[in-house]
């Protein structure tokens, strides 16, 4: 991951309006139940190139098939417990994934076994 | 980066298969259209954090379904839990005279100061039910645990029970550091004014009615 990590920081707070010194600027909620899941600032912005299965699966999808798209943008977490409201799945291949703590609503990231720590896709949460 | 929390307290979810356990803990439902991914997975444990008395508490709440048709929950689940749900059906008899395999289960395994409450769940199912309420608080009493009829599906004093658990695990964490801290002894340890008022509980919480 160090290649990701280098794109950590600042640099990229000119165009981000939600990234303030590298970290998240708002709360970060559930897109569909407003749940807050990350105070302001716990996050670190990042970038990175990361498929991420589809929250929906279709049903007539083929059997085995997961339904994933690439996300770009992330808010790195070092520490579980600075999540606020946070779902832990089981862990498939290496992978916890996460889901909203009252919905159920995800992945919304995902947890690396390895490192023990989670990233959050920024385009499955909403700013507040 | 500095802590941003006062306490971290482990709970486990605990009793037969199919009392509602996972239901507590996972709220998905389906449409007839799209399966969602994350409950085809399942979830392991959730982070929740709450305010108790002004101080913020993080809860991480294991399930541990699948784990119980081994009868026994392996002692892996229980190190560290500081508290532990005992879930039954009130709709199924055995899954509560289980209660009692479960508290001793309990005792083998894990730490012997852990908290317990005993839930009697899926009280909507009214007209199915096995096991009166009367009955639960009589179980409750012969081992001194709390307990509360809960029905996941209409979120019925879920939310309560685990105020309730947190707060009598606080509770017992300020009693056993008051204790290594006596008032008047070194500067420095935190320690709980007197006369500091006490905060209320969330309303909706005061209404409902436990042992």
């Known amino acids: 991951m160090s290649e990701v990590e280098n794109k950590e920081g600042p640099a990229e707070e000119e165009q981000k309006d939600y ?110 | 980066m500095a802590k941003t929390y006062d306490y971290l307290f482990k709970l486990l979810l605990i009793g037969d298969s199919g009392v509602g356990k996972t239901s507590i803990l996972f709220r998905f439902s389906e449409d007839a259209f799209n399966i969602s991914f994350i409950s085809t997975i399942g979830i392991d444990f959730k982070i929740r954090t709450i305010d108790l008395d002004g101080k913020k508490v993080k809860l991480q709440i294991w399930d541990t379904a699948g784990q119980e048709r081994f009868r026994t929950i392996t002692t892996a689940y229980y190190r560290g839990s500081m508290g532990i749900m005992l879930v039954y059906d009130v709709t199924n008899e055995k899954s509560f005279e289980n209660i009692k395999n479960w508290i001793r289960n309990i005792e083998e395994n894990a730490s012997a100061d852990v908290e317990k409450m005993i839930l009697g769940n899926k009280c909507d199912l009214d007209s199915k039910r096995q096991v009166s309420k009367e009955r639960g608080e009589q179980l409750a009493i012969e081992y001194q645990i709390k307990f509360v009829e809960t029905s996941a599906k209409d979120s019925l004093n879920v939310e ?28 420095g340890a935190h320690q709980l004014k007197a006369n500091e008022p006490q905060r209320k509980p969330t309303s909706w919480l005061s209404r409902c009615s436990v042992l």
């Open chain 1, 19 to 128: 990234v303030q010194d590298g970290r998240n600027k708002y709360v970060v909620k559930c897109k569909f139940c407003g749940s807050k899941m990350l105070d302001k600032k716990s996050g670190k912005y990042m970038e990175a190139e990361k498929e991420l299965p589809l929250m929906r699966q279709d049903n007539n999808r083929k059997e085995g098939e997961i339904q994933s798209e690439t996300i770009k943008e992330f808010y790195h977490v070092e520490n579980m417990y600075t999540f606020e409201n946070i779902g832990f799945t089981h862990t498939v291949a290496n992978h916890k994934y996460l889901s909203c703590a009252d919905c159920d609503a995800g992945p919304v990231g995902y947890y690396d076994m390895d490192t023990k720590h989670s990233y959050v896709a920024i385009s499955r949460i909403v700013h507040s």
């Open chain 2, 160 to 187: 309560y029970a685990f105020y309730t658990l947190a707060r009598d695990i606080k509770a017992k964490m300020e009693k056993k550091q008051e204790a290594s801290n006596p008032p008047g002894g070194r500067s």
